[in-house]
């Protein structure tokens, strides 16, 4: 009777070490060497960095002609006024409007400025109707800057 309760134990013995061993409390787990990985892996993961560069400077682009898209001028950039379409579709195809916006002429000096603009710059010569309509848009919309010294004793930023 002794030997099969001594075989019992044994076995019991056994499948417990064997259970530790196997929970990793017995004895010392190495986790499995991770292969070096392959030429294909390799070249994938490049790929995979490669797309992502591009779609990456893919929408820096868009950005930046976005911006530009919203920098572009409509004649609403000009102060209201009649003519301003005319004036705005006739003088923007050489340079923006930033350069009539930054002058103050009278309507003699804005009428001269058009001759000024064929002559030197290659402007179709602006006649008839369409010169009036222009010149006295410009005119009004920009007149000379009112002298210094008036109600506020000059001050820039007191206009009224
Ligand atoms: C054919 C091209 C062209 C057209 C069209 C044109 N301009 Fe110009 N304009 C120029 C050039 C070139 C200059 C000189 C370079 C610069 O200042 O950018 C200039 C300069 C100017 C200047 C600055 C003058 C200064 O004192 O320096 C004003 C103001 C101006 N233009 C107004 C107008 C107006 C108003 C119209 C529409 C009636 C017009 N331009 C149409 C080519 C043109």
Redesign the pocket.
Known sequence: MALPRLLIGLIVATVVVLGLHRAGVWGVRHPPEPYPPTPAALATARAAQEAAAREAAAREEAERLAAIAQRAETPEVLPPGHGREE?FG??T???STA??RR?RLSREQWDE??DW?SEK???NP?EGEMREV?VDY?AGAFPPAQPAGGRHGGNPFLTD
Do not use: A, K, N, Q
């Open positions: 004036t006739y003088c195809p050489c340079h350069v009539i002058s400025l058009m603009m710059h290659g402007m602006l222009i410009l």
